[in-house]
């Protein structure tokens, strides 16, 4: 029997149409815009002018605070502007635009490091190393991973588990990365492993991806510290709550983090970044991004650099097809919807989907039949039908007493409504304004 | 490229092509056996009752949609067509055709627009409307025409006694199950539908073949009608034990007269039941109960709508006690501070 979680989970269409497809080095683009919020939490502080020659990897952007992190250049070339320009969250933010210098060879040099097995640094250096390089979950939450590897000492910590479920459809980087870096996230396991003195590691991968669990029960046969899990293909699994109820039977506590119950997740990709940062001095400045979608010429997985337009992968996978009706940034599932191409890759891209008018538009919304599919299907127990009228009537407080701050946004609900309500849409109006409720009592 | 055309919404941003109407016409196709069998046992009857009752269900629904609520007009969406076969289900194919358009106007007005439509209503539409009939008519909604004799014949049928019926007057005279039993069908007459009784509640077999369809397309779970006859079939059988001369074995009471109609397409009416697993059970196991009391001790022989209706009444307060598990229980240590 597959492991998979218990409470509730839907079985979207996979449409994973790039798993073949391995990674592509994008060409440099000639000038990348890079944000300086891309990670949750405080955005970082730039600290370059206008005019400024910059070199690939130096910091260009430092953290903000505990919970923010460094930005790198990921080019070699020149400062043009520091502008507001709107990011892939739909608002204006604060931009690096850096003009590539074409005669820099460095922009162009092909590096290929080698597999590099023995750790060197120390447990403190390690973990300096993955605040100073701009490590953040690259899953797709942009979490800062220095933050969640900085563990309160009265919590012990036993198992590391490895995120490789990519749970959401047509997402195919991370698949991808543990096909061709599987050796390096081993090494990437070990270095977190020794920083934290960690016994346990569990790699949890979704049976659609036979090839990858192949892959790493063939590594690590002679590992006894580290094993690998098959999961049940059923979205959300790449959840971290969900994940870990999957692999441990363990729930994090809903006022609680995975520390609480012993256990820190990190992505595939997060733990290739940590890899290439602590055995190769290599800042976090690029990123795999699977660009996909049923009516695209070649979609394809690529290397890319942080700050790249969309509209140069878009050009890459021959061009927008005619009929386009949304560009999302991420996965259908949770993915944000775009409103064109201009907008930069930052470290929480890990797709562009493109999709036509059949899967795009809404329908009409109908009334409530209470079937009930959306409690059966909430990964969190919830009522989404109940959050939602709640919502709807502004019964905040009731809608907190609900746990409506449980809601991990997954979209399960609106998926599976046969009446199409907007459940989620409800919900996350309830949680904001339950939030700013909150801000005012205290 | 024009970016005109391009649309920006919140996740998610696909959607399951499972919709309110296909659902509803899933339940409209697993009631079509039991609606070939009833035909076959009572004839034309079968058919104009279930038709008048759909025609008028969809004629009072467009009616108040338009002239009284002014609304948009759904009777397209299958709802109301699927309350016209229960309603016709429910009743002895040789009833006067304008009761059955009394029983349409209560069910569609009263159970049913009067609450706010689809959605809305409190207790399953179909058995408001029949429940208001028998109360209303009682003489002629207890007169069914003998099974097969004269299913060519509309208007002059006989009448005959439900399996149900017999027990009941004839316990009530004095008589035992051994006295009884030459009178009663046999199960399998019963199991086929060769018995009298309200036109879809006659062949178990038809109607769990349309229940198993509606789990197959997972359109209803097996908590309900699971528990519902579980608990009909422990209840009746505990008396059975105690005394066989004065009640009937539990098999005989899942087989006749409304339990697997209820049980499949009547209490799991999604509308008016529970919205949890948990709650599901609460609902199945009190229409068991009420249905048996009132088979067993109450003056009717049979019970199943009314403990439905009862059971409906309690749907709110069971969705708001019988909640889904949370995920993740919290920290006593956090909550205190």
């Known amino acids: 029997m597959l492991k998979t979680f218990q409470l509730g989970g839907i079985h979207p269409p996979e449409n994973k149409l790039t798993a073949e497809k391995s990674i592509q080095k994008m060409a440099i683009p000639k000038v990348v815009y890079v944000p300086i919020a891309q990670n949750i939490g405080i955005p970082s502080e730039i600290i370059v002018a206008v005019k400024d020659t910059v070199e690939i990897g130096q910091l260009i952007a430092k953290s903000g605070g505990f919970v923010s992190s460094n930005i790198h250049s990921p080019v070699a070339g020149i400062v043009t502007k520091l502008d507001k320009i709107v990011d892939t969250s739909g608002y204006k933010k604060q931009c690096i635009v850096i003009r590539t210098d074409e005669k820099n060879l460095s922009n162009f040099e092909k590096i290929i490091y080698p597999l590099k097995t023995n750790i060197e640094l120390s447990s403190t250096e390690i973990l300096q190393r993955i605040a100073d390089f701009g490590i953040v979950g690259l899953g797709g939450a942009t979490f800062p991973s220095h933050v969640k590897l900085h563990i309160n000492p009265d919590k012990k910590i036993e198992y590391l588990i490895i995120n490789g479920v990519e749970c959401e459809p047509y997402l195919t980087a991370d698949h991808r990365l543990m096909l061709e870096k599987s050796a390096e996230i081993i090494v990437g396991i070990k270095i977190l492993m020794s920083a934290l003195q960690l016994k346990k590691a569990i790699i949890g991968i979704e049976n659609n991806k036979k090839d990858a669990i192949a892959l790493f029960k063939n590594l690590t046969q002679n590992e006894s510290k580290i094993q690998v899990a098959s999961l049940k293909v059923k979205y959300p699994q790449g959840s971290e709550k969900q994940l870990i109820s999957a692999l441990l039977k363990r729930e994090v506590p809903k006022n609680g983090l995975p520390p609480d119950i012993g256990v820190i997740v990190h992505n595939v990709g997060t733990i290739f970044a940590i890899y290439e940062a602590v055995q190769h001095n290599k800042p976090l400045t690029e990123r795999v991004v699977t660009v996909t979608g049923k009516n695209l010429k070649n979609p ?31 996965g259908p599932m949770m993915g944000k919807a775009i409103k064109n191409t201009d907008v930069p890759i930052t470290k929480g891209t890990s797709g562009i989907l493109v999709i036509a008018e059949e899967e795009a538009s809404r329908k009409k919304t109908e009334n409530c039949i209470r079937c009930g599919e959306c409690v059966f299907v909430c990964p969190m127990g919830l009522e989404p039908h109940l959050l939602m009228s709640l919502a709807e009537r502004g019964l905040f407080e009731r809608a907190l007493a609900e746990d409506v701050n449980s809601c991990i946004q997954c979209g399960s609900c609106s998926y599976v409504c046969p009446s199409n309500r907007p459940l989620l849409d409800y919900i996350r109006f309830g949680k904001n304004s339950v939030k700013n409720l909150t801000l005012i009592q205290n | 490229m024009s970016t ?94 304008w009761m059955v358009i009394v029983g349409s106007l209560v069910a569609i007005g009263i159970a049913k627009m009067s609450f706010g439509g689809l959605g809305f209503n409190i207790f399953n539409p179909a058995l408001v409307g029949r429940v208001f009939l028998l109360i209303s008519f009682p003489v002629q909604m207890t007169s069914w025409p003998t099974v097969l004799e004269n299913n060519t014949v509309f208007a002059d049928a006989v009448t005959g006694a439900t399996p149900l019926g017999i027990i009941k007057d004839g316990l009530m005279m004095g008589e035992t199950m051994t006295d009884l039993s030459s009178k009663l069908p046999s199960q399998m007459e019963m199991f086929l539908g060769m018995t009298g009784g309200s036109l879809g509640e006659m062949s178990a077999l038809a109607l769990i073949l349309g229940g198993l369809y509606l789990l197959i397309r997972k359109v209803i779970s097996w908590h309900i009608p699971v528990t519902m006859l579980g608990t009909m079939a422990a209840m009746t059988g505990i008396f059975w034990l105690i005394n066989p001369e004065q009640y009937v074995n539990p098999l005989f009471h899942i087989l006749t007269g409304g339990a697997i109609l209820g049980a499949f397409f009547m209490a799991t009416d999604l509308v008016t039941s529970p919205m949890t697993k948990k709650g599901m059970v609460v609902f199945a196991v009190g229409i068991g109960v009420i249905t048996v009391v009132i088979r067993l001790f109450g003056a009717y022989p049979e019970g199943v709508s009314f403990a439905i209706l009862i059971m409906n009444a309690f749907v709110p307060l069971i969705n708001s006690n019988f909640k889904p598990r949370r995920f993740g229980a919290p920290i006593k240590s956090k909550i205190i501070k």
Not at chain 2, 4 to 28: E, G, L, N, W
């Open chain 1, 300 to 330: 394809a997985n690529f290397w890319v650099k942080i700050g790249t337009p969309i509209s140069d992968l878009i050009k890459e996978v021959g061009g927008l097809p005619e009929g386009t009706r949304k560009i999302i940034n991420g």
């Open chain 2, 4 to 97: 005109s055309s391009i649309i920006v919404s919140a996740s998610p941003h696909i959607h399951a092509d499972r919709t309110s109407k296909k659902i509803m016409y899933d339940v409209v196709i697993a009631l079509i056996p039991a609606f070939l069998i009833s035909i076959y046992i009572f004839g034309f009857g079968a058919l104009i009752v279930t038709s008048v009752a759909i025609i008028s269900c969809l004629l009072f629904e467009y009616l108040i949609q338009k002239y009284l609520l002014k609304t948009t007009i759904s009777i397209g969406d299958g709802s109301a067509l699927i309350t016209g076969i229960l309603l016709a289900f429910n009743l002895p194919s040789n009833l006067p055709l």
